[in-house]
């Protein structure tokens, strides 16, 4: 009897801790947009980071409607310390300003905000912006790509067109009040879609060197820092391929770094990954992307997060 009561009790034991490894375990997130971002969020959702599944099935969450042309593409979202979900997007090819909406579930969004970032500037764009949280000040950093002609001439004829982009920054605490535009990466060439990821007392930043002549590069590198806003360091050689690749997004997976990148003019998707930060191996062949995926971000919520936020959505 004692012994059938203990066996009871073991199992009793090993469900709970079953159903507290579910709750506790994580689901990737992949914020996205597709065709020119006129219909809004996607989400796709992944447990292995490799096989990424579109959720509602992959229609809009939320449609755009700040800025003039009421564009959603390029979105970010991170978690604040505030519980919610910040999101920042672009809505524009040629306005002064980002898009910006919060959420508690990813599914039901606050009023969208226009953040006139660089109405003051003779500015002819804001591209892909990002947020980042700097936990020691208790502050999010947007961040985001900017031409203003003539202010880097150096570079003017190096681009596409008439685009010579730095990357830009500001600080906030309340998505309401913000410091005023700076520099953030200006290493000599044109630059956009950089995404910041911490990683000890690192900060590591994924680009894209933008320059298409006299040599095109059009692909991902690497800059490091040791304060999120600080100077980062020159940019690294390539760690994507013999192709043009955009718009990279991060997984930190165990000791993998996995990075995500459209490669735009094949239509398609890849990845490489990496445990080191140095040595890349290619694994595009590995992945499978909802159909249309165009840029966005990796983040990651709880399994207990996803089953209450997407019930009716899968």
Not at 26 to 47: E, I, P, R
Not at 122 to 142: F, G, H, K, T, V
Not at 150 to 177: A, E, I, L, Q
Request: aromatic share 14%; glycine share 6%.
């Amino acid at each position: 009897m004692k012994r059938n009561i203990f066996c009871w009790l073991l199992a009793i034991f090993a469900c709970a801790n079953g159903l507290l490894a579910q709750s506790g375990s994580q689901v990737h997130m992949f914020c996205y947009f597709k065709d020119n971002g006129q219909d809004g969020l996607h989400l796709a959702f992944s447990k292995d980071g490799y096989k990424w599944q579109a959720l509602h099935p992959d229609q809009s969450f939320l449609k755009p409607y700040a800025g003039n042309d009421q564009l959603m593409r390029d979105p970010c979202i991170i978690k604040g310390a505030d519980a919610l979900f910040h999101m920042v997007w672009t809505v524009s090819w040629n306005e002064r300003g980002i898009g910006y909406a919060s959420s508690k579930d990813l599914v039901n969004w606050s009023e969208q905000q226009y953040i006139p970032l660089m109405e003051d500037e003779n500015a002819l764009n804001c591209w892909a912006p990002e947020i980042s949280y700097d936990a020691a000040q208790r502050r999010y950093m947007i961040y985001w790509a900017t031409t203003i002609p003539g202010k880097f001439p150096s570079t003017d004829s190096s681009g596409d067109g008439k685009y010579n982009h730095r990357m830009y920054y500001v600080f906030t605490k309340d998505f309401k009040t913000f410091t005023k535009p700076e520099v953030l990466y200006d290493k000599g060439f044109t630059v956009i879609d950089a995404t910041i990821k911490q990683n000890g007392k690192e900060y590591i930043m994924f680009l894209k060197d933008e320059t298409k002549l006299p040599q095109a590069e059009k692909n991902i590198k690497i800059a490091t820092s040791r304060s999120i806003n600080g100077d980062y360091s020159n940019a690294s050689k390539p760690i994507t391929g013999n192709y043009w690749a955009e718009g990279p997004t991060v997984l930190k997976k165990g000791k993998e770094w996995i990075v995500y990148f459209d490669k735009y003019r094949d239509h398609t998707y890849g990845a490489v990954v990496s445990t080191n930060l140095k040595s890349w191996r290619d694994i595009s062949e590995k992945i499978q992307m909802p159909k249309g995926l165009r840029h966005g971000t990796v983040f990651t919520i709880t399994q207990e997060e996803f089953n209450s936020y997407f019930k009716n959505y899968k």
